[in-house]
């Protein structure tokens, strides 16, 4: 770049703080954590308590939150979070529907900050778009197709910038386990465990790799499961879900639209980042045809795509990679080199600070 722009990443929750461990939150950080190897950054959100620490040099901020707007948890705010607006040259939103990003843009713009958002499918305020501010926006730099499509008000422009991974952390470490399927993430009824759990052949064994977030779904899981071979984990370590990652055979993210509630689930996967994890660590995966998702996968290549909600599908789909392992080691094999090609953090930020300076 031809400048060094200040850029301010404002997240309304900080990654690990107050237990908060979403995926929209670890993508804040970890670009933030890329992006301060070219240019100063900043990371600001909220948490219960106010502090300022360092990440190697990068400054991470927690305001403290003075209060939930409209009760909500996850829409915190303290006005004193306006004066990182001052700081930066570029402001990075992460949540579109966000009291944190209505007020900094609101300041921002006619301070003339060059002003961008990554929407990770939170709900809380929507201020901007009840006044139609969201052109205000220089870019919105999208996970996916499917989440422009769902905020075709938000940004002057729309831009695809997929998630990233760590492709140091995630790497292959294990050998194959004959058999072996991994489902991983938190155990919430728009992720569709049940359509796996009904899949699973006799000959193969799936382990659920999460915390149960809801318990009445949690309890429906374990009915499923009874005298079929899938086994929970509640709390795997960092290193041991890497492990898991690498030894399997294939990584399924069953995702829904419509939940065993039946209730409807408008964004269920933005992008699903356990994807590119497992696919980093060398294992192919099957997910469902469902939000951002298919975009990930190169169908046939690094993984297959089913119907969601279709047990028989998701079994047709294990019994492809299950029972040609080297096929499914050839995928597994395509998978990591896709994902070194494109989807590092290194080359997320890279696209990022691409866009920073179109507008500069």
């Known amino acids: 770049m031809t400048d060094r722009p200040r850029v301010l990443h404002l997240t309304p929750r900080l990654f690990g703080y107050d237990g908060v461990v979403g995926g929209g939150e670890r993508y804040a950080l970890e670009l933030a954590r890329a992006m301060f190897a070219h240019v100063p950054v900043r990371l600001v959100g909220f948490a219960s308590r106010g502090s300022r620490e360092t990440d190697g040099q990068l400054e991470i901020h927690a305001e403290p939150a003075r209060m939930a707007v409209a009760g909500r948890a996850y829409d915190p705010v303290n006005l004193g979070f306006l004066r990182h607006i001052l700081w930066a040259d570029v402001i990075h939103f992460h949540q579109f529907r ?9 300041l921002g713009r006619p301070l003339r900050r060059r002003l961008y958002v990554t929407d990770h499918g939170g709900g809380g305020s929507n201020l901007l778009r009840r006044l139609r501010l969201g052109g205000w926006l220089h870019a919105h730099l999208s996970q996916s197709e499917f989440t422009i499509g769902t905020m075709p008000y938000v940004g002057r422009r729309h831009e695809i910038i997929h998630a990233g991974v760590d492709a140091d952390r995630y790497r292959p470490v294990a050998e194959k386990v004959a058999g072996r399927v991994v489902y991983l993430g938190r155990l919430l009824p728009h992720k569709g465990v049940e359509h796996l759990i009904e899949a699973m052949p006799e000959n193969a064994h799936l382990l659920v790799v999460g915390r149960a977030h809801d318990t009445e779904y949690f309890k ?13 984990v509640a709390d795997a370590a960092d290193d041991h879900v890497v492990e898991l990652l690498s030894s399997a055979q294939v990584l399924v993210l069953p995702s829904v639209y419509d939940d065993f509630r039946g209730h409807r689930q408008e964004l269920p996967e933005l992008v699903g980042l356990v994807l590119l994890e497992a696919m980093a660590c060398g294992t192919p995966v099957i997910c469902t045809r469902v939000g951002g998702m298919p975009e990930i996968v190169m169908e046939g290549e690094t993984g297959l795509v089913v119907e969601p909600s279709s047990a028989p599908a998701i079994a047709a789909a294990l019994t492809t990679l299950l029972d040609d ?7 597994g094999a395509a998978a990591r080199q ?3 090609a494109r989807f590092t953090w290194d080359a997320i930020a890279g696209r990022c600070l691409h866009e920073y300076e179109r507008d500069a």
Do not use: I, K, N
């Open 325 to 331: 392992p080297a096929r499914a080691a050839a995928m």
């Open 220 to 232: 429906y899981l374990q009915e499923r499961a009874a005298g079929r071979p899938v086994e929970f």
């Open 338 to 340: 896709d994902v070194m």
């Open 98 to 106: 966000s009291t944190a990003c209505a007020l900094g843009t609101l």
